[in-house]
């Protein structure tokens, strides 16, 4: 006799299926290496806990901000390791060339 699994579950193992899916598609590439398929199942995973809290969020439950914020970060980083995003950068009096006059005035005045 076959074990039906919660609706849920199914629902979760689909989302998580499309997210690696999608994240392998913008590699660019047929076959993703052995280390970008680790790779892009952490940035599934992470996707999860944090579509889970901003879920919950939407839903005016409470979350623990610290770990979604944790959540966040590593998802980001582990993105930037696969070339997905870039990294952020901060930016100085030398970038203010590339920048709008307003921008850049408030950066001078710091």
Same mark, same amino acid.
């Given at each position: 006799?076959?074990? %039906?699994?919660?609706?849920?579950?199914?629902?979760?193992?689909?989302?998580?299926?499309?997210?690696?899916?999608?994240?392998?598609?913008?590699?660019?590439?047929? $076959?993703? *290496?052995?280390?970008?398929?680790?790779?892009?199942?952490?940035?599934?995973?992470?996707?999860?806990?944090?579509?889970?809290? $901003? $879920? *919950?969020?939407?839903?005016?439950?409470?979350?623990? %901000?610290?770990?979604?914020?944790?959540?966040? *970060?590593?998802?980001?980083?582990?993105?930037?390791?696969?070339?997905?995003?870039?990294?952020?950068?901060?930016?100085?009096? *030398?970038?203010?060339?590339?920048?709008?006059?307003?921008?850049?005035?408030?950066?001078?005045?710091?």
């Amino acid at each position: 006799m076959m074990r %039906q699994l919660p609706a849920r579950r199914l629902e979760l193992g689909r989302r998580y299926r499309n997210i690696f899916n999608d994240l392998a598609r913008q590699i660019g590439r047929a $076959e993703p *290496a052995p280390s970008e398929v680790q790779m892009l199942r952490r940035a599934a995973t992470l996707a999860l806990f944090c579509e889970r809290d $901003e $879920e *919950a969020v939407a839903n005016g439950d409470p979350i623990d %901000q610290d770990n979604y914020r944790r959540n966040v *970060a590593a998802l980001k980083q582990v993105l930037v390791a696969l070339g997905l995003a870039k990294k952020a950068r901060d930016v100085t009096k *030398a970038d203010s060339r590339f920048i709008d006059q307003h921008t850049a005035a408030l950066i001078d005045a710091d």
